[in-house]
Nanobody
Framework: QVQLVESGGGLVQAGGSLRLSCVAS????????MGWFRQAPGKEHEFVAG????????YYADSVKGRFTISRDNAKNTAYLQMNNLKPEDTAVYYC??????????????WGQGTQVTVSS
């Protein structure tokens, strides 16, 4: 099991960009698929993006396609979420997740502290 720590959130105006980072502990990071989820106030966790262990496969929620990019650097035990053209509806706490298989879009994972993203209009 890997331990995950998210960072990089903040307050940004609509149309702006942020890059989130997720640092994993342990030496088996490259064996895990990684993903990003988010939770807006009063809502359930929502899948945002996933990436395979090698980085060769990525997939996204329809709401972020073309604006967000997930990537990973296995040498740094880090996964990233580049968020461009942010919208107020992207406001949420963002969490990362790890899975030995592909990230399941409808699964509940052990959530860390997350990182707050707030987009002002």
């Amino acid at each position: 099991q890997v331990q995950l720590v998210e960072s990089g959130g903040g307050l940004v105006q609509a149309g702006g960009s942020l890059r989130l980072s997720c640092v994993a502990s342990g030496r088996t990071f490259s064996r895990y698929a990684m993903g990003w989820f988010r939770q807006a106030p009063g809502k359930e966790h929502e899948f945002v993006a996933g990436i395979s262990w090698s980085g060769g496969g990525t997939y996204y929620a329809d709401s972020v396609k073309g604006r967000f990019t997930i990537s990973r650097d296995n040498a740094k035990n880090t996964a990233y979420l580049q968020m461009n053209n942010l919208k107020p509806e992207d406001t949420a706490v963002y969490y990362c997740a790890a899975d030995r298989d592909l990230i399941a879009t409808d699964r509940s994972y052990p959530w860390g502290q997350g990182t707050q993203v707030t987009v002002s209009s």
